[in-house]
């Protein structure tokens, strides 16, 4: 039986948002999915996580049903004002956040910029680049051609399967159907500003307990990285997941499903 709610609109931070409410029973949580990931596309894994939290997956501007268009600001910054107020406006008390990805780059930034007060925070894989830092592997095209196929309306599941060749038929046919609803300037425009937007100043300012999740095959953070994260913020608890890639949910659903409830439950 599926623990989803229902869908909603919201007005914060001056832009319209819009979310996925599943489960509607235990604590409260807020997520913040990737560069590419409309809020439906964590529909099968906030459904799981219903069975034990009151889950809200938000769609960040310029993807999904949120507020998209050529005059909206899509920094970093932006986006974290976004998480801050969405969870003041729906009045979320002792919630926990969770961000993957651009979701966790995001989060933190949430927390130490905007005055979000998650009771406890999960960030799953995000991009570590900014200043001194090295750049990203891969090239904007390989988003946004992504996106332009799915605009045109021809793109099929065999056409995204090289993307993503670890996932399910329904999983890759879900972002087909979704992917044009991202705005392509909001996924160049970020990934500019993760370039120059300082994250290792952030982590040792976090105060609330939080969880760096690293995928083993994925190429974002490299064990020398995760070693001087470690030194930053010695209070983070890191778990790198050797069998998963940057997609943890998706790779290795179980394993990411485990720590999340053993993490989420420790007092």
């Not at 996932?167 to 159907?177: G, P, T």
Request: include cysteine.
């Amino acid at each position: 039986m599926t623990t989803f709610i229902s869908g909603g609109l919201v007005r914060a931070n001056d832009i319209r948002q819009h979310y996925l409410h599943f489960g509607g029973k235990g604590p409260q949580m807020l997520v913040l999915p990737g560069i590419t990931s409309p809020a439906i596309t964590w529909a099968e894994f906030a459904d799981e996580l219903g069975k034990d939290f009151d889950v809200y997956v938000l769609d960040m501007r310029g993807r999904g049903l949120s507020e998209a268009g050529p005059a909206l600001d899509y920094s970093i910054n932006a986006m974290a004002a976004d998480a801050a107020a969405f969870a003041a406006v729906m009045g979320l008390e002792n919630y926990h956040l969770l961000g993957h990805s651009m979701g966790g780059r995001i989060a933190p930034v949430a927390v130490t910029r905007y005055g979000a007060t998650p009771k406890k925070l999960m960030i799953i894989d995000p991009p570590i680049t900014g200043p001194g830092q090295r750049g990203h592997g891969a090239t904007h095209e390989w988003f946004t051609d992504q996106i332009s196929a799915g605009a045109r309306g021809d793109m099929t599941v065999e056409d995204m399967r090289p993307y993503f060749p670890r996932w399910r038929d329904d999983q890759l046919a879900l972002r087909v159907e979704w992917i044009h609803t991202c705005d392509p300037r909001a996924i160049i425009d970020f990934r500019i500003d993760v370039l120059e937007d300082d994250i290792h100043s952030e982590l040792p300012k976090l105060e609330v307990p939080t969880h760096l999740m690293i995928g083993g095959q994925s190429p974002l953070i490299t064990p020398e990285e995760q070693a001087e994260i470690a030194a930053l913020a010695p209070k983070l608890e890191i778990h790198r997941i050797p069998e998963a890639g940057h997609m943890i949910p998706w790779d290795t659903p179980e394993i990411f499903f485990r720590l999340c409830r053993e993490f989420f439950a420790r007092a």
